[in-house]
């Protein structure tokens, strides 16, 4: 039986349009992932990886071609989609129960079933006693749990992660991969993570697609060995199989920032 296909981008370029132009910051991209995939994009700033997720999650429309989840079309935001940036976006005035309960809140589905599932995610997520606290009370690691319940909460079949983990110590950022990584396999949700940490990409997902720039395109994509996808990330890690596909893609972006700075150098030599 063929495995379900969660997301199709076909021919997908994007381009920008500003008082200084227009930019191409996509270019023809095709990809298919999924259900239940985890899929990392990686690449170096500015090949398009938010742009991609922006288009996925319907925030963007492509300028050509199109983007399907299961085989519908996108056209605008929809709560089947989760979102998870960087940064938390907590409102500090807020309890933590009502940040957790606040995507349901905006979708007019927080109900009493809602409202204990938002519970039982904060129990899941190590939180349990903390919902009365406000977001100042609660450390950075904690914050991102909190932001991790509200997405889950509104019960996304797609999770995008947008470098969730870029602002915490490093201790803290391998806890929360584990974490996020168990809880999304848990509930068989197809994940797209994005991310400028190639061991996190590697370690995570099942498949790692790298992104080129100007504009961006795909590279190439460095398929996890079937050994280590059923294996949470800190495992990985220490997996005698891990090293190979971090080296992989290692030379991949050397490879990647060396042709950009000589294209960048042919082109000064001319201007
Ligand atoms: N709102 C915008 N207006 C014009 N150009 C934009 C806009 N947003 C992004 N771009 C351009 O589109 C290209 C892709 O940007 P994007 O933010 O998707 O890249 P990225 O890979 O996520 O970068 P980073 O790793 O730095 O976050 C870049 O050249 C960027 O300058």
């Excluded at 979102?83 to 907590?90: F, I, V």
């Excluded at 914050?143 to 997405?151: D, G, I, K, S, W």
């Excluded at 294996?231 to 290692?250: N, S, Y």
């Amino acid at each position: 039986m063929p495995e379900l296909e969660k997301l199709q981008l076909r021919n997908v370029s994007h381009v920008y349009v500003n008082d200084h132009g227009a930019s191409l910051a996509v270019d023809s991209i095709d990809l298919t992932i999924r259900a239940g995939e985890f899929v990392s994009f990686v690449g170096p700033s500015g090949c398009g990886k938010t742009t991609l997720l922006h288009l996925i999650a319907g925030l963007l429309k492509p300028a050509r071609g199109s983007v399907l989840i299961d085989g519908k079309p996108v056209s605008e935001p929809s709560t089947a989609v989760g979102y998870m940036l960087q940064q938390d976006y907590l409102f500090p005035w807020r309890t933590i129960r009502e940040n957790a309960e606040l995507g349901l809140k905006i979708s007019g589905r927080l109900t009493k079933e809602g409202a204990a599932r938002v519970h039982g995610l904060l129990e899941e997520l190590e939180l349990g006693g903390t919902e009365d606290r406000y977001p100042h009370e609660l450390s950075g690691g904690m914050r991102q749990r909190v932001a991790l319940a509200r997405t889950l909460a509104t019960e996304p079949e797609m999770m995008l992660l947008d470098e969730p983990f870029s602002a915490l110590d490093m201790h803290i950022k391998l806890q929360l991969e584990d974490l996020v990584w168990q809880t999304i396999r848990r509930r068989g949700q197809t994940a797209i993570l994005v991310t400028h940490d190639l061991a996190e990409a590697a370690a995570m997902s099942d498949r790692v697609i790298v992104l080129g720039r100007n504009p961006g395109h795909i590279r190439l994509t460095v398929e996890s060995p079937e050994q280590l996808r059923s294996i949470p990330p800190m495992e990985t890690r220490r997996h005698a199989d891990f090293q190979a596909v971090f080296e992989r893609l290692w030379s991949e972006l050397d490879h990647e920032e060396q042709l950009t700075s000589e294209l960048e150098e042919r082109g000064g030599q001319h201007a």
